[in-house]
């Protein structure tokens, strides 16, 4: 996921001529860690189904300074998805599903904005993000944590999302998809999605620190903080927990728990002597390409193709099948690349949201299997995301700027034209109300979306969230009537980094 992150410059040279070492890998991580500020990092090199390094790097936690090790979890995110596909192909082995069976066969209340996709819509589609909806669709139903919506409330709420593309044929990312998957394994297994992951996968392949959802784990004595950059500063926030979203982005595990699901991947489903997960031809389905996203060749690694399968994402890298996924929860980004034909896997735990650190370590790494000269990819990254820092510093810094200007001038504000109950017909109810000669925004159903709203320009309003570290402060678009009163209101995040799933574009409240 995509988050406003700190910077702070540390340029090294740093080249690789042949496998790495892991005295190399050790010295990559802990000028990453300066380089991107990240507390904690974890990293697993899997080779030819033997575990190379596993290994915690860091700390936990800024408060507690204690360290990270191989057994520590951290939330994997959506790297989740991949096992939410395994536990279907599971299903699709012993012949409860197949693939393309229609999803209101198992779920009669499934309802998209078209009867034609309704009708049409299959398991497939559940996990190939293809739906024709936005990025992050609906998204605000589950992020940021504390809201109260239900898989119900989710299943019906798909028919009022609006499509920005036709059906199967454009590449959107989108969770909600995968929380309705998790819903059919839970249909057809009679088992809870958590259930079946713990005992169908983790089980078997001894797992035996990891769970399915931050709130089954007994003992959290091993497991991480998150952090997030605000204005320069780590702060640590609270894990997420909300188990709807289990299905897309539940899992805690370690890089010694991961490393045996890198190595059962790798070997086709099967782990050990006798533990045959899944089968290779469900495997195989998996792993090939269903929905294209498209790419341009550059070095050093020449892809010609990508997309996505069933909760993988495919290129190939120098002739190379590669096999990868990323995972961002705010305060902790994790990433999983498997090349198979080298037996290769690396695994890269963070908690903190930067990505670049985690592509950092993963490219570098990878290079030296390729047997390629690896760039600084801690420069390279540190630079751009530097540059990306600074072009969106300057929008959100004219709209601040703005609102302190009316405040200087004692513009006057009659927030009565925009006070009231406003519904959006599949996020509910939110309230502007007046206090003191300040508005606040208020959602009924989302506790943490709660901020002071200011006066912008142009009859127009932003709203500053209580909680700095979701990085997400919105504009406030109003339609007025002939009154001067508020009868509409859209929003849009201010901020060009604001993660996708806060899809306030997706929002069309109605004045009560």
Same mark, same amino acid.
């Given at each position: 996921?995509?988050?406003?992150?700190?910077?702070?410059?540390?340029?090294?040279?740093?080249?690789?001529?042949?496998?790495?070492?892991?005295?190399?890998?050790?010295?990559?991580?802990?000028?990453?860690?300066?380089?991107?500020?990240?507390?904690?990092?974890?990293?697993?090199?899997?080779?030819?189904?033997?575990?190379?390094?596993?290994?915690?790097?860091?700390?936990?936690?800024?408060?507690?300074?204690?360290?990270?090790?191989?057994?520590?979890?951290?939330?994997?995110?959506?790297?989740?998805?991949?096992?939410?596909?395994?536990?279907?192909?599971?299903?699709?082995?012993?012949?409860?599903?197949?693939?393309?069976?229609?999803?209101?066969?198992?779920?009669?209340?499934?309802?998209?904005?078209?009867?034609?996709?309704?009708?049409?819509?299959?398991?497939?589609?559940?996990?190939?993000?293809?739906?024709?909806?936005?990025?992050?669709?609906?998204?605000?139903?589950?992020?940021?944590?504390?809201?109260?919506?239900?898989?119900?409330?989710?299943?019906?709420?798909?028919?009022?999302?609006?499509?920005?593309?036709?059906?199967?044929?454009?590449?959107?990312?989108?969770?909600?998809?995968?929380?309705?998957?998790?819903?059919?394994?839970?249909?057809?297994?009679?088992?809870?999605?958590?259930?079946?992951?713990?005992?169908?996968?983790?089980?078997?392949?001894?797992?035996?620190?990891?769970?399915?959802?931050?709130?089954?784990?007994?003992?959290?004595?091993?497991?991480?903080?998150?952090?997030?950059?605000?204005?320069?500063?780590?702060?640590?926030?609270?894990?997420?927990?909300?188990?709807?979203?289990?299905?897309?982005?539940?899992?805690?595990?370690?890089?010694?728990?991961?490393?045996?699901?890198?190595?059962?991947?790798?070997?086709?489903?099967?782990?050990?002597?006798?533990?045959?997960?899944?089968?290779?031809?469900?495997?195989?389905?998996?792993?090939?390409?269903?929905?294209?996203?498209?790419?341009?060749?550059?070095?050093?690694?020449?892809?010609?193709?990508?997309?996505?399968?069933?909760?993988?994402?495919?290129?190939?890298?120098?002739?190379?099948?590669?096999?990868?996924?990323?995972?961002?929860?705010?305060?902790?980004?994790?990433?999983?690349?498997?090349?198979?034909?080298?037996?290769?896997?690396?695994?890269?735990?963070?908690?903190?949201?930067?990505?670049?650190?985690?592509?950092?370590?993963?490219?570098?790494?990878?290079?030296?299997?390729?047997?390629?000269?690896?760039?600084?990819?801690?420069?390279?990254?540190?630079?751009?995301?530097?540059?990306?820092?600074?072009?969106?510093? &300057?929008?959100?810094?004219?709209?601040? %700027?703005?609102?302190? #200007?009316?405040?200087?001038?004692?513009?006057? =504000? *009659? /927030? $009565?034209?925009?006070?009231?109950?406003?519904?959006?017909?599949?996020?509910?109810?939110?309230?502007?109300?007046?206090?003191?000669?300040?508005?606040?925004?208020?959602?009924?159903?989302?506790?943490?979306?709660?901020?002071?709203?200011?006066?912008?320009?142009?009859?127009?309003?932003?709203?500053?969230?209580?909680?700095?570290?979701?990085?997400?402060?919105?504009?406030?678009?109003? &339609?007025?009537?002939?009154?001067?009163? %508020?009868?509409?209101? #859209?929003?849009?995040?201010?901020?060009?980094? =604001? *993660? /996708? $799933?806060?899809?306030?574009?997706?929002?069309?409240?109605?004045?009560?």
């Amino acid at each position: 996921m995509n988050f406003k992150l700190p910077f702070l410059a540390l340029l090294f040279s740093f080249t690789v001529s042949a496998q790495i070492t892991n005295t190399e890998v050790d010295d990559l991580v802990n000028r990453t860690i300066k380089a991107f500020d990240v507390p904690g990092i974890s990293v697993a090199i899997v080779k030819d189904g033997k575990v190379v390094l596993a290994k915690g790097y860091g700390v936990k936690s800024i408060k507690t300074q204690e360290k990270v090790d191989a057994n520590t979890l951290f939330g994997i995110a959506s790297n989740s998805k991949a096992f939410t596909s395994a536990a279907l192909a599971m299903l699709v082995d012993e012949g409860k599903i197949k693939w393309d069976d229609k999803v209101t066969q198992y779920l009669p209340d499934f309802k998209m904005s078209s009867d034609y996709i309704t009708q049409e819509f299959t398991i497939r589609d559940l996990l190939t993000h293809r739906s024709g909806l936005g990025l992050g669709a609906g998204d605000l139903m589950i992020w940021p944590d504390g809201s109260d919506f239900t898989a119900t409330d989710i299943i019906h709420n798909l028919r009022y999302l609006k499509n920005v593309s036709s059906f199967r044929s454009k590449f959107d990312y989108d969770n909600l998809m995968y929380i309705i998957a998790g819903e059919i394994v839970h249909k057809i297994s009679g088992e809870t999605w958590a259930d079946f992951i713990e005992q169908r996968i983790m089980k078997p392949l001894e797992m035996n620190n990891s769970v399915a959802s931050i709130k089954r784990l007994k003992d959290t004595t091993n497991v991480i903080t998150p952090h997030v950059p605000i204005d320069g500063k780590l702060v640590t926030i609270k894990r997420y927990e909300n188990q709807l979203f289990d299905g897309a982005a539940g899992i805690y595990s370690s890089v010694n728990d991961l490393s045996k699901w890198a190595i059962l991947q790798i070997n086709n489903g099967k782990y050990g002597n006798n533990k045959q997960l899944f089968s290779e031809k469900e495997h195989d389905e998996m792993w090939q390409l269903q929905t294209i996203i498209p790419t341009k060749t550059r070095p050093p690694y020449n892809t010609h193709f990508y997309g996505y399968g069933l909760g993988w994402f495919l290129n190939d890298v120098k002739g190379y099948k590669q096999v990868s996924h990323t995972g961002g929860l705010e305060g902790n980004v994790t990433q999983t690349t498997l090349i198979p034909e080298l037996g290769l896997g690396i695994i890269v735990l963070t908690n903190q949201q930067s990505g670049a650190a985690f592509n950092a370590i993963t490219n570098t790494i990878k290079d030296s299997y390729l047997d390629i000269k690896s760039e600084d990819y801690v420069k390279i990254y540190s630079d751009r995301m530097k540059a990306n820092e600074e072009s969106a510093d &300057k929008v959100t810094d004219e709209v601040w %700027a703005t609102v302190a #200007k009316n405040k200087k001038d004692k513009i006057k =504000t *009659d /927030f $009565s034209k925009i006070t009231g109950t406003y519904k959006d017909n599949w996020f509910g109810e939110i309230n502007i109300t007046e206090k003191k000669g300040k508005a606040y925004f208020q959602s009924k159903r989302s506790s943490q979306l709660v901020g002071e709203v200011f006066f912008y320009k142009n009859g127009n309003y932003v709203v500053k969230w209580n909680n700095a570290f979701f990085h997400a402060d919105a504009h406030l678009n109003f &339609k007025y009537d002939g009154n001067g009163k %508020a009868v509409n209101l #859209k929003m849009l995040p201010i901020s060009e980094l =604001t *993660d /996708f $799933s806060y899809d306030f574009q997706d929002l069309d409240f109605n004045k009560k």
